[in-house]
């Protein structure tokens, strides 16, 4: 089996690369925010404060999220309900983030990761996939990009799918997070030592996926 990581900051591209990546190479890709997200969803839809590791984690034996591709997409759900589209909102992002830096919530999803790259030749997104899911990972990119690129991105993003957010409050909010998930105790946000930085402020997305592969095809060769 093949893994590659794809860690950065919010906003960085992380997931557009990946999912280009894998269609390329014929791998899965696990968004493994949208696993963040969905137990900040659960949190919302039952009061509990998503910095109270106790009660949350009194919740995980109810907790039951499934991952699932459909025509190369992941889908995820929580009991029977798809909830795609719903973690995808500003608020559900500070609750993902939130949850994601208690110890008890990233040990109670390590393995359900792990289990993914077990199985198949993957690329897992995330913030600590190169440092602590997949340590002996074959490939590890670490993805960057300036602040407010970022934020536009997210920005444009959020827009097109018709929800009503000003720039300056992405681009805040997306700062807030980036402190948050880079500065907690528990695997922050940070390059794993043998990982490779791609900085693609100044870059589109072909670009990157472009040097995104010869990063691969350096590190795999002819193998994969
Ligand atoms: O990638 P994303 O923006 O969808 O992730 C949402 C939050 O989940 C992010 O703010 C931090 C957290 N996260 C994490 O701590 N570790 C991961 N591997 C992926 C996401």
New binding site residues.
């Given amino acids: 089996m093949y893994s590659i990581a794809i860690?950065g900051p919010?906003?960085s591209g992380?997931?557009s690369l990946a999912k280009l990546l894998a269609k390329e190479l014929g791998y899965i890709h696990v968004?493994?925010?949208?696993?963040?997200?969905t137990i900040?969803l659960y949190a919302r839809k039952n009061d509990i404060d998503p910095h109270d590791e106790k009660t949350l984690s009194e919740h995980f034996d109810n907790i039951h999220i499934k991952v699932d591709w459909i025509d190369g997409n992941q889908h995820i759900f929580l009991d029977d309900d798809d909830v795609s589209t719903e973690?995808?909102t500003p608020e559900i992002?500070?609750y993902?983030?939130n949850?994601?830096?208690l110890p008890k919530v990233?040990e109670f999803?390590l393995e359900m990761?792990r289990d993914f790259a077990r199985k198949k030749d993957v690329i897992?997104?995330?913030?600590?996939?190169g440092t602590?899911?997949l340590p002996n990972a074959d490939v590890k990119i670490f993805l960057k990009a300036d602040d407010e690129k970022r934020a536009m991105r997210r920005y444009l993003e959020l827009k097109e799918k018709g929800q009503d957010v000003e720039y300056e409050k992405v681009y805040e909010e997306l700062i807030l997070?980036?402190k948050?998930?880079s500065t907690?105790k528990t695997?922050p946000?940070v390059p794993a030592q043998d990982s490779v930085i791609l900085d693609n402020s100044d870059i589109n997305l072909e670009e990157t996926l472009e040097k995104a592969l010869e990063i691969v095809n350096a590190k795999l060769g002819a193998e994969r």
Avoid: E, F, H, P
Wanted: proline content about 0%.
């Fill in positions: 860690d919010s906003g992380k997931s968004d493994t925010g949208a696993i963040y997200r900040g973690i995808r992002s500070m993902a983030s949850v994601s830096a990233r999803l990761q897992m997104d995330g913030r600590d996939i602590v899911v997070r980036d948050n998930d907690r695997a946000c």
